[in-house]
């Protein structure tokens, strides 16, 4: 079979968040040679000729409510595709309500169905939670309970990372998943020189004489960003956070002079290559892209001990662990103190996504997947 009809149930652009950014770049290269349907979260201008995009109109804002209407959207429409496209196999990124959408729908019609992680979703469902209170153990222990229903019926399960490999395997250690990383756009997401650097930051508005340390995050409880203002307050320097406003940053406390949410954005790499530091201050991650995109334009990386983030930091010796405040200033200080180290950090980092994390070799690894599935 040379053509595969795909029905993809995933987040994607322009929600700016892992799922999202894999889902694209996964999903447009395999369109090139294979059919594709997309059931997501938002409206969005992604459709070409291969790929058509249905988006549910749904807030970004992550909510339960939020996610029982996307699975119901995703299972009527699910159902008229499955009977109208007939898709070879569904694939669903991130196994809380597209996997569930997407299992229910391989159940009824019989269809292989790919589950594909992105971190929280297996390593710890009750994180995402945090909005409903004492309610999120009961509801919890619901989806945990969703989560082993998929995963036993699941054709195959692809782990983001090595945390959910472990993750899958202790819900049910009957199944095993395949690895397969997320990759990086290397071009775009390329080291430029110091002078380059200073013109950069002048022409998108950052003083090219500070020290500017950048987070790339949605704005979710888990990715802690009251840790952010916290460091703001402590630590000279200027903080640039993409994918936050500022209204949604203020909630958490009040914003220093120094410390800049810029929203939504679509010039990611430009803010990133201006750059001296990126920070991942999560108590809840899979591999993340946007630590993978700061390894890419060779800038150091200050995280929490989570997901991938850990092992990665650990064996390459590109950036630092960091758990609680003081550890975080202690770092900051050092490599804002030896710009030669950072720069050293930084070549090494770039080598490791070179070497570890390209899309179109993610992308042949998925392919091989859905072929085993459907064979």
């Not at 269809?111 to 979703?121: E, F, K, N, R």
């Not at 630590?235 to 994918?243: E, L, P, T």
């Not at 890419?296 to 001990?305: A, M």
Request: charged share 20%; proline share 4%; aromatic share 8%.
């Amino acid at each position: 079979m040379n053509i595969i009809r795909i029905l993809a149930i995933t987040p994607f652009p322009p929600i700016i968040n892992g799922g999202s950014i894999a889902s694209y770049n996964i999903l447009k290269r395999l369109s090139k040679k294979h059919t594709i349907i997309v059931l997501t979260y938002s409206k969005t201008q992604q459709t070409s000729r291969n790929l058509f995009v249905r988006g549910a109109n749904l807030k970004e804002k992550t909510s339960f409510t939020r996610g029982i209407f996307f699975i119901l959207f995703s299972l009527i429409w699910g159902i008229i595709y499955s009977i109208k496209f007939r898709p070879d196999v569904i694939y669903a990124k991130n196994l809380v309500s597209p996997g569930i959408s997407a299992t229910i729908l391989s159940t009824i019609f019989r269809i292989p169905v790919v589950l594909h992680s992105s971190g929280p979703d297996v390593e710890d469902p009750l994180i995402t939670l945090y909005e409903m209170g004492f309610m999120a153990v009961v509801v919890s222990q619901v989806m945990l309970r969703f989560l082993k229903f998929q995963i036993m019926n699941a054709t195959a399960i692809i782990a983001n990372c090595y945390e959910d490999v472990l993750a899958i395997k202790k819900i049910d250690s009957t199944r095993s998943s395949i690895l397969i990383y997320n990759g990086v756009d290397t071009k775009k997401f390329c080291p430029v020189s110091s002078s380059q650097k200073r013109i950069l930051r002048e022409s998108i508005g950052i003083d090219p004489d500070k020290l500017t340390i950048i987070t790339v995050a949605k704005f979710r409880m888990e990715k802690r960003l009251d840790r952010i203002l916290s460091l703001s307050k402590d630590f000279s320097a200027q903080f640039i956070i993409i994918g936050v406003t500022r209204k949604d940053l203020g909630s958490l406390g009040t914003i220093p002079p120094s410390c800049k949410p810029l929203g939504i954005i679509s010039n990611v790499d430009m803010f990133l290559k201006a750059s001296d530091i990126f920070l991942l201050t999560s108590d809840g991650e899979g591999l993340s892209n946007a630590m993978l995109e700061a390894f890419s334009v060779g800038i150091p990386v200050i995280s929490t001990s989570v997901g991938e983030a850990r092992h990665i930091l650990q064996q390459n010796s590109i950036g630092y662990i960091a758990n609680t405040h003081k550890e975080r200033m202690n770092r900051l200080m050092y490599l804002h103190q030896n710009p030669k180290q950072r720069k050293e950090i930084g070549k090494m980092a770039r080598e490791y996504v070179l070497n570890n994390h390209e899309w179109n070799r993610t992308t042949k690894s998925v392919e091989k997947v859905f072929k085993k599935s459907i064979s």
